[in-house]
């Protein structure tokens, strides 16, 4: 997902609405924002994709990071320029519980750390909240970001800066007053009441205990926004939501969120097969957690991350690559869009973040935006179909391009999923050998040996994943079948 220049951690925060990230038009919200089964509305009942990024604000000096490296204003106009249509801003607790810290300035606050060279460049970029407390500092880029049409969900991540405090009363304390003081300010469309609860007190009595009542005491200083619930074991568990939901006054408010970072699963991506391993965390999130979607609960992927170093590591872009194929057959997206066309399948490669697309019928079918995509459909015959035409996929030779043919009732036309990630879509050649979707060197589609399934823990088989996704957006280029 990459590092964005000056944020020290950045990853990118999903909601499960439409299916593949793509530019678009942005769509107008009327807020406030609702729940609507599982999905998050606007005031109108239109379905709203929160696309965002994570800004830390909860380090100790508790000013928000890269405030010494470049104007807010222009942070800001750089997500939005990044397609983000909104920003899950952390804080801590003591922000407005502990007075001594709190009434402190910005430059106070970074002097009592040694941090001059901060105090430096905060003072040449954003002089006005140099001298301010941290919570107007706060503010301020609250205020930025919403003149820039970004949304702000507050995410409460830690108590006092640099340290594992934690008292529930002072908790559900701060909860209140941060959702007081932002009580009108209508681009703070949300609040998450503790990011990766964890640690040998954690209990699930305890966490109903308490979750209800931070939950009400965001409610009733704030009734418009919404509230996010996080889960156990460092928000990776929610499974104790099979047999008790929470119990609220409130409805249509409340969105439950999830962390799924690959360095959470131990060391099962260095030390086994990315096949077997995909298909085993898959079945242990939705287990854990994506299970909701079936309830009829919003579902918040408010953390995804991997190694931002640049080092090339495969088990890493395994991780990442099995993800987002996850994330885009659950239907989740992190990228605004709206329902525009019929319900049809796009072939999507997790690996490139693109589609398979198609020039002409003479040309081979080639990865590219997935805006670009026709809809394709999926017949109980198992075809792959140009939706409204008699074209379907054909798989011709190992190492030779697949292309698109009338005739559809042989073996070279039959496709199917297989391994333990279902991320294969295989089908037979001529001669009968069992051949793979694959991505040659240029981005054209092929066909080619399966690869990786065997128990090797070495292979990297990304550009054989592909997800056949269901999609409502319609495609940004007609094109004729000549």
């Not at 990315?274 to 939705?286: L, S």
């Given at each position: 997902m990459g590092m964005f220049f000056f944020f020290s951690l950045l990853s990118l925060l999903a909601i499960f609405p439409t299916a593949i990230p793509q530019t678009q038009s942005k769509p107008v919200m009327a807020l406030p924002l609702y729940t609507n089964s599982r999905w998050i509305v606007d005031e109108g009942g239109q379905r709203v994709k929160l696309a965002c990024v994570n800004w830390v604000s909860r380090?100790?000096?508790?000013?928000?990071?890269?405030?010494?490296?470049?104007?807010?204003?222009?942070?800001?106009?750089?997500?939005?320029?990044?397609?983000?249509n909104c920003v899950r801003l952390t804080w801590p607790l003591f922000l407005v519980t502990n007075d001594s810290l709190a009434s402190l300035t910005v430059r106070q606050s970074c002097q009592s750390l040694g941090l001059s060279e901060s105090i430096a460049g905060i003072q040449a970029n954003n002089p006005s909240i140099i001298d301010l407390p941290p919570i107007k500092a706060y503010q301020a880029v609250v205020s930025s970001l919403g003149a820039n049409n970004v949304k702000v969900i507050l995410e409460n991540n830690i108590s006092k800066p640099g340290d594992q405090y934690f008292s529930a009363d002072i908790w559900i304390k701060g909860l209140s007053r941060m959702a007081t003081i932002f009580n009108g300010v209508s681009n703070v469309v949300g609040t998450s009441l503790r990011n990766e609860l964890q640690g040998p007190r954690q209990n699930v009595n305890d966490w109903y205990r308490y979750m209800q009542k931070g939950a009400e005491a965001v409610h009733l200083a704030n009734p418009d926004i919404l509230v996010i619930i996080s889960g156990l074991s460092y928000d990776k568990d929610l499974s104790y939501f099979r047999n008790q939901q929470v119990n609220l006054t409130f409805t249509r408010k409340l969105v439950y969120e999830v962390n799924w970072n690959g360095f959470s699963d131990g060391k099962a991506w260095k030390s086994g097969n990315?096949?077997?391993?995909?298909?085993?965390?898959?079945?242990?999130?939705?287990r854990i957690s994506g299970f909701l979607l079936d309830q009829g609960w919003p579902l918040l992927v408010s953390e995804f991350e991997m190694d931002q170093r640049g080092t090339n590591n495969v088990n890493d872009i395994s991780y990442m690559n099995c993800f987002l194929a996850i994330a885009a057959e659950l239907d989740l997206d992190w990228r605004p869009g709206l329902s525009e066309a019929n319900l049809h399948k796009v072939i999507f490669h997790p690996s490139t973040g693109l589609c398979v697309l198609r020039k002409s019928l003479t040309e081979p079918l080639r990865l590219g935006a997935c805006t670009e995509s026709e809809a394709w459909s999926y017949t109980p015959q198992k075809t792959l179909t140009l939706k409204g035409t008699y074209f379907c996929l054909q798989a011709i030779e190992l190492g030779k391009p697949a292309k698109l043919g009338i005739i559809c009732t042989g073996s070279n036309s039959k496709w199917q999923t297989i391994s333990d990630s279902k991320m294969y879509i295989s089908s037979k050649v001529n001669d009968g050998s069992t051949a793979c979707l694959d991505v040659d060197s240029d981005n054209s589609i092929v066909t080619n040996t399966c690869k990786c399934l065997s128990r090797d823990d070495t292979c990297d088989p990304g550009s054989q994943w592909f997800k056949l996704v269901d999609s409502t957006r319609s495609s940004s280029s007609a094109k004729t079948f000549n």
């Open positions: 380090l100790e000096p508790m000013v928000t990071e890269g405030l010494s490296k470049q104007p807010m204003d222009a942070i800001s106009k750089k997500i939005a320029s990044m397609g983000f990315p096949n077997q391993v995909c298909g085993r965390e898959v079945d242990n999130f939705m």
